[in-house]
């Protein structure tokens, strides 16, 4: 069973960074795309960014492209998200996912997506 638990949330000023960390367990992730949504009040949860494990190659939602990163560790099965030039409408509860097959492109809807962590709380002042 896929196991993702997400740390590194905070509160930070406009301008600010923080990096997100998602440990991942319980499966060999390669045949995976793990990816990286957000959800802030009476909002749905939206795609912000994803990774295909094997390969490396990543898809960004324009929302955030050039501003946020993501990567992994692979041999220590982490995912990452760096994001810098933080917004106020970057608040949200940042939440980690896990995507099995779909190895076509990485998958940017929330119902491609099997596993999901217990998200972590980014809030961002202006």
């Known amino acids: 069973q896929v196991q993702l638990v997400e740390s590194g949330g905070g509160s930070v000023q406009a301008g600010g960074s923080l990096r997100l960390s998602c440990a991942a367990s319980g499966r060999t992730f390669d045949t995976y795309n793990l990816g990286w949504f957000r959800q802030a009040p009476g909002s749905e949860r939206e795609f912000v960014a994803g990774l295909r494990w094997i390969s490396g190659t990543t898809r960004y939602a324009d929302s955030v492209m050039g501003r946020f990163t993501i990567s992994r560790d692979k041999p220590r099965n982490t995912l990452y998200l760096q994001m810098n030039s933080l917004k106020p409408e970057d608040t949200a509860v940042y939440y980690c996912?896990?995507?099995?097959?779909?190895?076509?492109?990485?998958?940017?809807?929330?119902?491609?997506?099997?596993?999901w962590g217990q998200g972590t709380q980014v809030t961002v002042s202006s």
């Open positions: 996912a896990a995507s099995h097959g779909r190895l076509l492109e990485v998958p940017v809807q929330v119902h491609e997506y099997g596993d």
